[in-house]
């Protein structure tokens, strides 16, 4: 049973950020009347991790794609599982502490392998794109970490012995997930070792040249696993796609798993793993 829910323990996460703790330092700086604020262009504004998110649901599906539709996302730095797997899910994600906040989330995840050094080989995920309902986590995200999040709208419906996520992006349904919850909760919780998330963090040049001024590829820690309950089920994907996001391109050779679950976990920090620009 663990190795069957090891896929889920991908799927969370990517964290809300909430403006309040200053990173940047201002030492060279005079005192200003807006310091430590928004409106002081001398300062970077976010949360320091861990960030914890509980009972957040998550409706996901386990298939199987080409070859070379994952070669095309992951870059080479990572190893692609050999079966061929990719994870796509829709869910609600709940931070708790002092700053709690709620939003939806959507996305695709591939597990991968990383040769960190001479022998040790680390397992995790690699994050292509994720669609958030919400500016603030998609901006922390995506500034901090290096998540390629995206704003979207998101809906995760329970009803009629079935769950339905489904990510809409001007228009068009992109990702559209079904699994049906007829079966039996399983209601014990269990916890999963997690390998983090890969992610590639980008900022390009102010002259948009083809240039960066960061190319990362970044490790982000995930901590403390667990999947509170769950249902297994039969489950169904569909792929929409726009010129800028042609999820439609990603075939869909075989669906192997499908669950509706109810999960908590911890967002650590990061650490770059390889620098593009060195």
């Given at each position: ?11 969370v ?8 703790i200053?990173l ?41 794609t ?10 080479k730095e ?13 869910g609600?994600l ?36 994720l ?26 419906i ?9 990510v ?14 007829n079966?039996k ?13 890969f ?9 948009y040249?083809?240039?960066f001024?960061v190319?990362?590829l970044n ?7 667990i999947?509170d ?13 726009t ?12 669906i192997?798993?499908?669950?509706y ?13 390889h620098?593009?620009?060195?």
């Amino acid at each position: 049973m663990m190795s069957n829910l090891k896929y889920l323990a991908i799927i969370v996460l990517t964290c809300f950020i909430p403006f309040s703790i200053v990173l940047a330092d201002s030492s060279q700086y005079e005192k200003k009347l807006f310091e430590g604020t928004n409106l002081d262009s001398h300062w970077v504004i976010f949360s320091k991790p861990p960030f914890k998110l509980e009972k957040n649901k998550i409706v996901s599906v386990k298939a199987t794609t080409s070859r070379e539709a994952l070669l095309s996302m992951v870059p080479k730095e990572l190893t692609v599982n050999e079966e061929n797997e990719i994870i796509f899910y829709v869910g609600k994600l709940n931070i708790v502490g002092d700053y709690p906040f709620s939003y939806n989330e959507g996305g695709i995840v591939i597990p991968v392998a990383y040769k960190k050094g001479t022998d040790e080989e680390v397992n995790g995920y690699f994050v292509p794109i994720l669609y958030l309902s919400e500016v603030g986590p998609l901006l922390g995200g995506r500034e901090v970490y290096g998540y390629n999040k995206h704003f979207a709208e998101i809906k995760l419906i329970e009803g009629d012995g079935q769950v339905r996520g489904t990510v809409t992006q001007r228009g068009a349904t992109l990702i559209d997930i079904t699994v049906d919850t007829n079966s039996k909760k399983v209601t014990n919780s269990i916890k999963i070792e997690h390998g983090g998330h890969f992610v590639i963090k980008r900022v390009p040049s102010a002259a948009y040249d083809g240039t960066f001024e960061v190319n990362q590829l970044n490790r982000v820690e995930v901590l403390d696993y667990i999947v509170d309950d769950y249902i297994k089920g039969d489950g169904k994907v569909l792929l929409g796609g726009t010129d800028w996001d042609p999820l439609n391109r990603i075939p869909i050779e075989e669906i192997k798993e499908a669950y509706y679950s109810t999960e908590s976990n911890i967002l650590g920090v990061g650490e770059t793993i390889h620098d593009y620009l060195q």
